[in-house]
Structures are given as C-alpha cells and as structure tokens.
C-alpha cells in the first residue's frame, strides 16, 4: 500500500480538526465502509501507515508520496 507524507495545505490548516494527523506524519489511505470514496471532491480518509491509527478526511492536496 502506498505511503504519504502528511504536511498540511492551507484548506488541512484552515479546516483543522481533532482527528487532523499532525505535520510530517507518515499515513496512507483507507476507505470506511458506507463513506464517499476516496478522491470524492480531492479529499480522502486517512490513517497512521506504522499503527493504523485513523484520522479524519484530509485534502488530497496535503498528501506527497514517500520515496
């Protein structure tokens, strides 16, 4: 599964929330059952790439693949 490099783009700073994953955090995507799909209006879900830990919906746009 592919990895991303959290680092918040003005709409993740303006629209943050408690479920916001903290800058440089390393996520990937995932999809919860019943939600709209991922890239829905350039946003997805998100969740921690080492614990699973999930977070909120993110903009597309705060997301840079991990080398």
């Known amino acids: ?3 991303y490099i959290f680092e918040p783009c003005p709409w ?3 629209f943050a ?3 916001t994953p903290p800058a440089g955090t390393v996520v990937r995507k ?3 059952w019943g939600c709209p799909k991922n890239g829905t209006m350039k946003h ?3 969740q921690n790439a080492d614990t ?3 977070y909120g919906l993110v903009h ?3 997301l840079t693949p991990k080398p």
């Open 1 to 3: 599964m592919k990895k």
């Open 12 to 14: 993740d700073r303006l």
């Open 17 to 19: 929330h408690s479920l």
């Open 30 to 32: 995932f999809q919860p």
């Open 44 to 46: 997805c879900y998100v």
């Open 52 to 54: 699973g830990e999930k």
């Open 60 to 62: 597309m746009g705060s």
